[in-house]
T-cell receptor, first 116, second 114 residues
Framework: GAVVSQHPSWVICKSGTSVKIECRSL??????MFWYRQFPKQSLMLMAT?????????EQGVEKDKFLINHASLTLSTLTVTSAHPEDSSFYIC????????????FGSGTRLTVV | AQSVTQLGSHVSVSEGALVLLRCNYS??????LFWYVQYPNQGLQLLLK??????LVKGINGFEAEFKKSETSFHLTKPSAHMSDAAEYFC????????????FGGGTRLMVKP
């Protein structure tokens, strides 16, 4: 079945540094990738939608300059958290929407980011 | 616009008892509905989904859900809870557009008592 590989699975970084999270579609092409953020004991909230070949679409309240999203190819979407602060500590999950795979969303395994 | 409400952020049942997790949705067009399970520090696993056709949907691990349009509900049930069912459960809605995003409910933490 369709697989989205997300790396790293966990990362600890210092305040002020940047962290890049990658999501790769392994056996299909993903023209779109959704990026979600999940704070502890909360639900998944959509941050942005990346589209191959065009600019990402950000949800209201999400800082574009802080959360840089790039959809470099049909199999790779990245989220870079720039100048990370402790309040950015969260669980980040990517998801490829249904395409030719029937009505199935494919999720990455998630990245636990801890900013110290 | 679409939204999902999960009644009860925490549900506790005894092992062997019926599991009922409630989900109500709002959608201006016919919805596609999903239930996912999440174990700590892991991604989401699809339990079941409703797109079209039969309104009673059977999923993995003995779970099922029934789409009731008149009640705008998609409640998740399992006849007999197992300890391994303890996890976070999310109901989600999308619409008849393959590129549309999933909107998640707030989640329900299921606890199973021995």
């Amino acid at each position: 079945g369709a697989v989205v590989s997300q790396h790293p699975s966990w990362v600890i970084c210092k305040s002020g540094t940047s962290v890049k999270i990658e999501c790769r579609s392994l056996d299909f092409q993903a023209t779109t990738m959704f990026w979600y953020r999940q704070f502890p004991k909360q639900s998944l909230m959509l941050m942005a939608t990346s589209n191959e070949g065009s600019k990402a679409t950000y949800e209201q309240g999400v800082e574009k300059d802080k959360f840089l999203i790039n959809h470099a190819s049909l199999t790779l979407s990245t989220l870079t958290v720039t100048s990370a602060h402790p309040e950015d500590s969260s669980f980040y999950i990517c998801s490829a929407p249904p395409g030719d795979r029937g009505w199935s969303y494919t999720f990455g395994s998630g990245t636990r980011l801890t900013v110290v | 616009a679409q939204s999902v409400t999960q009644l009860g952020s925490h549900v506790s049942v005894s092992e062997g008892a019926l599991v009922l997790l409630r989900c109500n949705y709002s959608s201006s067009v016919p919805p596609y509905l999903f239930w996912y399970v999440q174990y700590p520090n892991q991604g989401l696993q699809l339990l079941l989904k409703y797109t079209t056709g039969a309104t009673l949907v059977k999923g993995i691990n003995g779970f099922e859900a029934e789409f009731k349009k008149s009640e705008t509900s998609f409640h998740l049930t399992k006849p007999s809870a197992h300890m391994s069912d303890a996890a976070e459960y999310f109901c989600a809605v999308s619409t008849n557009n393959a590129g549309n995003m999933l909107t998640f409910g707030g989640g329900t933490r299921l606890m199973v008592k021995p």
